[in-house]
T-cell receptor, first 115, second 114 residues
Framework: NAGVMQNPRHLVRRRGQEARLRCSPM?????VYWYRQLPEEGLKFMVY????????ESGMPKERFSAEFPKEGPSILRIQQVVRGDSAAYFC?????????????FGPGTRLTVL | GESVGLHLPTLSVQEGDNSIINCAYS??????FIWYKQESGKGPQFIID?????DKRQGQRVTVLLNKTVKHLSLQIAATQPGDSAVYFC?????????????FGKGTLLTVNP
């Protein structure tokens, strides 16, 4: 059973470009979470999604960032008009459901570098 | 500022010794805590969790202790091995009841010397 898959693993963008990060949850998992990690920092919650629904986006910046989890296909975290401060590792996690006692399984992350 | 963890500290131990990694939190409403291990270039890996109605929980070679009075969490690793070398994060659920929304500390770098 494959774990959480993220691609690309490394992404380089110039300021002003768009970044698209993909996350395929573990088989059977319908809940996805995105986190951002700055160097030597802990992970910071961004957004929690179920299929076709955003449940909690309280950690998402108000502008330029969006996330979706369509009925078919991976979850996408989209960053428009990237700036240098967006450089970070972005981790996706998935769980079978969103209630209590549901361990979040993390993917390997996408390391975004903005030049 | 951060309510969980401090500036990234480091801990260096000899193989076979026991390791203790500490974490402080400030939100009394937090009722669920998790320890994660993150190896270089990888995502966090669940180690052990504990709820606020418990003081201690044991797993395989790991023990988590929770002191709610002083808002302190610790992870004890017995007979530390080179494969335990990683950054260890404590995470808390600040919102109480929504265990999905975890707040991570900055981590502790554990180095195990052979």
């Amino acid at each position: 059973n494959a774990g959480v898959m993220q691609n690309p693993r490394h992404l380089v963008r110039r300021r002003g470009q768009e970044a698209r990060l993909r996350c395929s949850p573990m088989k059977g998992h319908s809940h996805v979470y995105w986190y951002r990690q700055l160097p030597e920092e802990g992970l910071k919650f961004m957004v929690y999604l179920q299929k076709e629904n955003i449940i909690d986006e309280s950690g998402m910046p108000k502008e330029r960032f969006s996330a979706e989890f369509p009925k078919e296909g991976p979850s996408i975290l989209r960053i428009q008009q990237v700036v240098r401060g967006d450089s970070a590792a972005y981790f996706c996690a998935s769980s079978p459901s969103g209630g209590e006692d549901n361990e979040q399984f993390f993917g390997p992350g996408t390391r975004l570098t903005v030049l | 500022g951060e309510s969980v963890g401090l500036h990234l500290p480091t801990l260096s131990v000899q193989e076979g010794d026991n390791s203790i990694i500490n974490c402080a939190y400030s939100n009394s409403a937090s009722d669920y805590f998790i320890w994660y291990k993150q190896e270089s270039g990888k995502g966090p890996q669940f180690i052990i969790d504990i709820r606020s109605n418990m003081d201690k929980r044991q797993g395989q070679r790991v023990t988590v202790l929770l002191n709610k009075t002083v808002k302190h969490l610790s992870l004890q690793i017995a007979a530390t091995q080179p494969g335990d070398s990683a950054v260890y994060f404590c995470a808390e659920n600040r919102d109480g009841g929504s265990n999905y929304k975890l707040t991570f500390g900055k981590g502790t770098l554990l180095t195990v010397n052979p």
